[in-house]
């Protein structure tokens, strides 16, 4: 029974995964990019994360694998934040079908 | 099984990635694309427990989710123009 239910955490995932990649792929700007990648992809992980605890229950392994779910989270979602700071002030120019532009305003 | 397939699937994410890291335009867009893959290796490290049975792994997934942060928000920080000890 956990198996299956661990397996369906897994396709989840890995479903998950591959959105997040195709969105890498084709999106047009950096921005829509991360926009993309980052939040489908940690969801995904943190999907077969939680589908490795199901299979494991209580143990040192499956623990560990629920640790790692909100680090993940924190991580991954601070990082993107800086990024997209960075890549601003660095410079990077925005696709040019952007409509509204509202972190140029703030920071008059 | 499919566990063997699904670990397949993202190791050919893992390629997309390198596409982007290759023949990305700006240096933004690889590095998103080298933190996409830090992530990536944390779901591969997962589902190879599975095949392998060796638990070590998941400490390398715990560690590869901290290198990836540091290292992003050092290039991060290099975008911005600062020095990295301000």
Known sequence: MSNTISLIFFIIGVVFDLFGCIGLIRLPDVYNRLQS??????LGTCSIL???????????IGIKALVAIPLLFLASTVAAHALVRGSYKYGIKLWDKTVIDDYKDVQK | ??????????IGLSFFCFFRVVFGPSIADRMV???????LVVGICGLLILITG?????DIAIAWILVSFIGTLTLAKYLTGKKLDE
Do not use: E, H, P
């Not at chain 2, 060796?54 to 998941?58: M, S």
């Open chain 1, 37 to 42: 990648a980052t939040k489908s992809v940690t």
């Open chain 2, 33 to 39: 694309a080298i933190d996409i893959f830090g992530i």
């Open chain 1, 50 to 60: 939680f589908g490795l605890f199901i299979k494991f229950g209580f143990s040192a």
């Open chain 2, 54 to 58: 060796r638990l070590f792994l998941i």
């Open chain 2, 1 to 10: 099984m499919i566990i063997n397939l699904l670990l397949y699937i993202l």
